[in-house]
């Protein structure tokens, strides 16, 4: 039985509707009928009743949930705690959630990796940081993304920050513009912001 079926169970118990399910998981309604009807098959027995608002889950299907949770738990991976420092071979045992590749983030991310032999395996990848940024406050997994992006789910203390060991990642960025091209005030006002930072800046 697969382990992302009985997830998408109890979403849909928590939820009350697939759609509800869906969205929670960041998946499309689709999969999550698909998942259902294959744990339907490989049970021989409904696990739902479908009502026009919503779905309840049969007797079958709340003793298929309780043991699914029990799984789950048995399953659910041992994140380090807040501050704890880990290496760069811990952080790929962990499910990562990871921008796509050709993101900047990314490619500093599996420079770092290879420059010791190693390879980020994502459990899932977006290009939508903030997609990212709930799939692990769900508990999905690990993602690496910059920090001032993280400022609201760290205040609420949906996540926690870990270090890496001997690990700095830094981004170098150019702004580009046409030399001869008249130059807006908002956009010099951004030139004169980037320029007054104490970080390399080239223009």
């Known amino acids: 039985m697969v382990i992302r079926y009985l997830e998408i169970l109890e979403a849909i118990a928590e939820t009350g509707t697939f759609t509800g399910a869906a969205k929670k998981l960041y998946i ?3 999969a ?4 259902i009807a294959e744990l339907e ?3 021989g027995t409904p696990l739902f009743e479908r009502f026009p608002k919503g779905v309840t889950l049969t007797h079958c299907g709340v003793s298929l949930l ?3 949770r029990n799984i789950l738990t048995a399953c659910s991976p041992d994140f380090p705690v807040s501050g704890q420092n880990v290496t760069l071979e811990q952080l790929c045992a962990y ?3 990871l921008r796509e590749q050709g993101s900047a983030i990314r490619d500093t991310l599996d420079h770092m990796l290879a420059l010791s032999n190693l390879k980020a395996e994502p459990v899932w990848e977006s290009v939508n940081s903030f997609a990212l940024i709930k799939a692990a406050e769900a508990g999905l997994g690990i993602t690496v993304l910059p920090e001032k992006l993280l400022s609201d789910s760290l205040l609420l203390k949906k996540l926690r920050i870990i270090h890496l060991d001997n690990m700095k990642m830094e981004n ?3 702004a580009l513009f046409q030399k001869d091209k008249y130059i807006t005030k908002p956009f010099q006002i951004l030139i004169d912001h980037l320029k007054s930072k104490n970080e390399p800046c080239s223009f």
């Open 172 to 174: 170098q960025m150019l």
């Open 28 to 30: 499309t309604q689709s």
């Open 95 to 97: 499910p990562l959630l």
């Open 32 to 35: 999550v009928s698909h998942a």
């Open 66 to 68: 309780e043991e699914a």
């Open 41 to 43: 098959k490989q049970t």
